[in-house]
């Protein structure tokens, strides 16, 4: 698998979050929690050790080991998943489902009102 399609589950918008942020994803319509709202997609490909280059794009692919060595770079072909920003008090998360390959859904987890951001956290190790 290199590259996976997405097409959104409900209506969303991409626009300008903030100055700050650049592009976020933001729901047209009242979401309930655990609604998928996409999946996110982009080019699987291995990090190089010596030279990461890793963009605000990628996401951590778990392995059969749990070692993440590869990461699904949505930069060029992602989905309009990769537009979700960082907040530390998300209303969405990742769901892995393992059917052949991992595959990583987006789903909200808690209601998300209409014109509301979808944000994602980025992890413990995150800086703004």
């Not at 059969?64 to 989905?79: A, M, N």
Request: net charge neutral; proline share 7%; aromatic share 10%.
């Amino acid at each position: 698998m290199d590259y996976v399609g997405d097409v959104p589950t409900v209506p969303l918008l991409v626009k300008i979050a903030s100055e700050e942020k650049g592009y976020g994803l933001f729901a047209l319509n009242a979401i309930t929690s655990g609604t998928e709202i996409g999946i996110y997609t982009g080019k699987l490909r291995k990090i190089d050790l010596l030279i990461p280059q890793i963009n605000p794009y990628c996401l951590l692919y778990p392995t059969r080991s749990g070692i993440r060595r590869q990461i699904i770079d949505g930069f060029r072909y992602g989905s309009l998943m990769r537009f979700l920003n960082h907040s530390d008090e998300p209303n969405v998360g990742v769901s892995w489902v393992k059917n052949g390959p991992y595959i990583p859904h987006i789903i909200t987890i808690r209601d998300v009102s209409p014109g509301e951001e979808l944000t994602i956290s980025y992890g413990n190790n995150f800086k703004f």
